[in-house]
């Protein structure tokens, strides 16, 4: 349950870059498919992959404008072909999460009881019925026990355990959750998550103490893969030379 030492990681890159990094490996080897991210990082991540090892991605903002490269609106995407992709597999999304379980249950909806909530989120959205007919994964800008949760207060989007129970695995896969912390899969018992990576700078120990449940830990944890000096150049000076990642990401 130990890392490599932290002074072999290059100092030179940011707690943000190697969260882009992570974000960005989720669509590798995906082909064409729709990519929508939500959040910054996700978005930088997604641009990214596309300009290196996922040419074939389809950019969007999230909702229902294509994107190019430089994150400008390129055309439209009507309502009715969105819903097509959508169910037939073809999108592979980065949402956000309030709360997250060890199963990949997610809430975005509410804190606290259904019946009285103590705050009021988005809703459910389209939570669900993206979990069930395509690829899912989340960003968390901030791990914290508040967030990785033993049980979220409210299903919006449904986990592994979930998804078995109700007989609705076909098109279900949450490829991995990363955080500010580390980067996440669901290959533990049960479908349940396991720790995959940290980023250089943070311990096993420091996520463990900042998660609300105990995830899988197998062997020796590696760290989030370096950039090469190609994809750092991209991030810096192509596709956020503004750096607004590091308004995210802050450590």
Same mark, same amino acid.
């Given at each position: 349950?130990? /890392?490599?030492?932290?002074?072999?990681? *290059?100092?030179? !890159?940011?707690?943000?870059?190697?969260?882009? %990094?992570?974000?960005?490996?989720?669509?590798?080897?995906?082909?064409?498919?729709?990519?929508?991210?939500?959040? $910054?990082?996700?978005?930088?991540?997604?641009?990214?992959?596309?300009?290196?090892?996922? *040419?074939?991605?389809?950019?969007?903002?999230?909702?229902?404008?294509?994107?190019g490269l430089d994150g400008t609106a390129e055309g439209w995407l009507p309502y009715r072909r969105h819903l097509t992709m959508v169910t037939g597999g073809?999108?592979?999304?980065?949402?956000?999460?309030?709360? %997250?379980?060890?199963?990949?249950?997610?809430? %975005?909806?509410?804190?606290?009881?259904?019946?009285? =909530?103590?705050?009021?989120?988005?809703?459910?959205?389209?939570?669900?019925?993206?979990?069930?007919?395509?690829?899912?994964?989340?960003?968390? =800008?901030?791990?914290?026990?508040? #967030?990785? #949760?033993?049980?979220?207060?409210?299903?919006?989007?449904?986990?592994?355990?979930?998804?078995?129970?109700?007989?609705? /695995?076909?098109?279900?896969?949450? *490829?991995? !959750?990363?955080?500010?912390?580390?980067?996440?899969?669901?290959?533990? *018992?049960?479908?349940?998550?396991?720790?995959?990576?940290?980023? =250089?700078? !943070?311990?096993?120990?420091? !996520?463990l103490a900042a998660t609300g449940f105990e995830p899988a830990v197998t062997g020796e944890v590696p760290f989030t893969r370096e950039p090469t000096a190609?994809?750092?150049? $991209? %991030?810096?000076?192509?596709?956020?030379?503004?750096?607004?990642?590091?308004?995210?990401?802050?450590?």
């Open positions: 349950m130990t /890392t490599t030492d932290t002074t072999t990681a *290059p100092r030179t !890159v940011s707690r943000a870059e190697y969260c882009v %990094i992570a974000c960005a490996e989720a669509w590798r080897d995906n082909g064409e498919v729709l990519a929508s991210p939500m959040g $910054l990082i996700p978005s930088f991540g997604a641009r990214l992959a596309k300009r290196t090892f996922s *040419p074939d991605l389809l950019l969007t903002d999230g909702e229902a404008t294509l994107v073809r999108r592979h999304v980065m949402m956000g999460a309030s709360q %997250i379980d060890r199963f990949g249950n997610q809430n %975005i909806s509410c804190i606290g009881d259904w019946e009285r =909530p103590a705050r009021q989120l988005l809703g459910v959205r389209g939570a669900p019925v993206n979990t069930l007919n395509n690829p899912v994964s989340y960003w968390v =800008p901030k791990h914290s026990k508040r #967030v990785f #949760v033993e049980r979220v207060d409210m299903v919006s989007g449904v986990g592994y355990d979930r998804a078995e129970a109700a007989g609705v /695995t076909r098109f279900h896969r949450l *490829p991995r !959750v990363v955080s500010d912390l580390g980067v996440f899969d669901f290959t533990g *018992p049960g479908h349940s998550m396991r720790l995959a990576s940290v980023h =250089p700078g !943070v311990t096993v120990e420091d !996520v190609e994809e750092l150049r $991209l %991030i810096r000076e192509v596709i956020d030379p503004e750096g607004l990642r590091e308004s995210e990401v802050r450590v």
